[in-house]
């Protein structure tokens, strides 16, 4: 006899749940993101002896010039898209892996999982990520101390960048880089929501004391690290040259496919093919401890809620 269907959690529970996870995330790793951002937006020197700048001397440089306040450039874009984005990417991921469940036991094998990932990382793409990128690409671009209020720079902050780009470059701009960005979200997510789902699982299968969704905040937050180093380590190239496309304003002319074999051509011919990993080591550092908090908090925040709702369900009954 096959097992009863598991109960079905509320879209609403994922969008709380994921949108709570997105704030912890970005609170506690955006300065990592600032430090890859330079990294990949740096031209490397093809000077014989001269080594292009590691993350820490970036990070060190940021602080000196542009006092440690420059390290979170950026953050009120990231803020007012990473809620969203994370809502959104637990809520689709949940409906995509509900489609490709077994009818029967209410189960999504790891082939579903996989699937999911890449409709939730392609959702969340289109909707959020490539505008609040761009944004924020633009306001961690800038070099400029936060501290001397003689020193203003050309975007002021999220809501402002927001404005001079829509005027001057108009809301398409707001797109550059689209493709690339769900084919890095889209295989980003496909990796790391397999990859803890199937750690999730192996856990849970030698804990049969801990309940589903239950276990200890430090092994979700290890699974989390794990699963959450994988997909960098496969599109470190996508982002690099997406990067660069959302940092240079439009050309007349230009098309998404001329502009991405512009910048990876003019990256290979002066860079070297080592310009397409610039940032992965802030990024792996970025985005692995990223997912540890996400996934902890997302965890931690859906069992309170559900936990809520059976007490009020069970006071109503």
Request: proline share 6%; with cysteine; charged share 20%.
């Amino acid at each position: 006899m096959a097992p009863a269907p598991k109960k079905k959690t509320p879209i609403g529970v994922h969008l709380l749940a994921g949108g709570t996870a997105g704030m912890a995330e970005a609170l506690v790793c955006h300065p990592l993101d600032t430090i890859k951002v330079r990294m990949q937006l740096s031209r490397g020197s093809r000077v014989k002896g001269v080594k292009p700048r590691g993350f820490i001397a970036t990070g060190a440089s940021i602080v000196k010039k542009e006092s440690p306040l420059g390290l979170y450039k950026g953050l009120g874009a990231v803020v007012s898209g990473i809620v969203p984005k994370m809502a959104i990417r637990f809520a689709s991921f949940e409906q995509y892996k509900g489609m490709m469940a077994n009818k029967e036991t209410g189960l999504t094998g790891s082939g579903g999982i996989f699937f999911a990932g890449l409709g939730a990382g392609v959702t969340e793409a289109v909707l959020v990520v490539c505008p609040m990128e761009v944004v924020k690409i633009r306001l961690q671009a800038q070099v400029h101390s936060m501290t001397d209020p003689l020193d203003i720079p050309k975007y002021r902050n999220a809501a402002h960048a927001l404005y001079l780009i829509l005027r001057e470059e108009g809301p398409a701009t707001l797109y550059r880089g689209v493709a690339l960005t769900a084919l890095r979200q889209a295989t980003n997510q496909a990796a790391n929501f397999t990859a803890y789902t199937e750690l999730k699982r192996l856990l849970q299968k030698y804990q049969p004391q801990f309940p589903e969704g239950g276990l200890p905040a430090w092994q979700t937050g290890i699974i989390g690290l794990i699963s959450g180093a994988v997909g960098p380590f496969t599109n470190a190239p996508i982002d690099t040259i997406k990067t660069r496309i959302q940092r240079a304003t439009a050309l007349k002319g230009e098309t998404a496919w001329t502009r991405f074999t512009t910048v990876a051509g003019q990256m290979f011919k002066e860079e070297g093919p080592s310009a397409f990993y610039k940032g992965i080591t802030p990024r792996v550092m970025r985005v692995a401890p990223g997912q540890a908090v996400v996934f902890m908090v997302y965890e931690r925040v859906r069992a309170i809620i559900e936990k809520e709702g059976d007490l009020v369900a069970s006071a109503d009954s």
